[in-house]
């Protein structure tokens, strides 16, 4: 038997980002859980939602550029840190070593084994939350998260997965088969 929960947005585990913004002047950064990705086409672009009570969104706003950073299990307490604080009353601007990649306006934090650089391209406005859609302008990856054919090995990332139903981070189990292929073997059976 199945239980009708309503309305519940069940799409969880979702990953787990940092996005980085530049506020006043000063790099801020905030946790985000509840990205998406738009295409797969060129250009790229992602998107994610954010209250607009945060002060990350001013900055997004101003500069039309933001970075979105993957961070391993090992950086689980900065990266809840800075959903938890805001930069309204918390200086989040020392807490990474940053870099700076093609945008002025998009902090890269180089403890992330993954980072993205994006321009603002629009914004969607859900009420008291903005949704923010971005081009991805350049992605810099640490060499040993790649695979040798310059792929990007997940199982080395050690991404953060967030489950809003017990909020809880989660690590990536194993992998399960191979996309676009397992499938294949149900091919040809009788509808
Ligand atoms: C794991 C995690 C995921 C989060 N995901 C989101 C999200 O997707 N959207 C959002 O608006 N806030 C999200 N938050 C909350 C913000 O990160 C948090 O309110 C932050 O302090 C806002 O910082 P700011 O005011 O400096 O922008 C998340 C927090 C955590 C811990």
């Given at each position: ?60 706003h ?10 391993s ?63 991805i302008?350049a ?52 509808a």
């Amino acid at each position: 038997m199945k239980r009708n929960l309503g309305p519940v947005n069940a799409l969880y585990p979702s990953l787990t980002t940092i996005i980085g913004t530049v506020v006043d002047g000063r790099a801020n950064f905030l946790a985000v859980a509840h990205v998406g990705i738009m295409n797969h086409g060129q250009p790229q672009y992602l998107s994610f939602g954010i209250n607009t009570a945060h002060y990350s969104g001013q900055g997004i706003h101003k500069h039309r550029e933001f970075s979105v950073c993957i961070p391993s299990e090992d950086m689980v307490r900065e990266t809840d840190y800075v959903g938890l604080v805001s930069g309204k009353n918390t200086d989040k601007s020392s807490l990474f070593e940053l870099f700076r990649g093609e945008l002025a306006h998009a902090p890269l934090i180089r403890r992330c084994p993954v980072c993205m650089e994006c321009r603002l391209d629009r914004v969607l406005d859900f009420g008291k939350h903005e949704v923010f859609v971005g081009e991805i302008v350049a992605t810099h990856v640490d060499e040993d998260v790649l695979r040798q054919d310059g792929k990007i090995d997940i199982a080395r990332v050690r991404p953060l997965l967030f489950d809003f139903s017990s909020v809880t981070y989660w690590g990536l189990g194993d992998e399960v088969a191979e996309c676009w292929s397992v499938g294949k073997t149900l091919k040809g059976r009788p509808a």
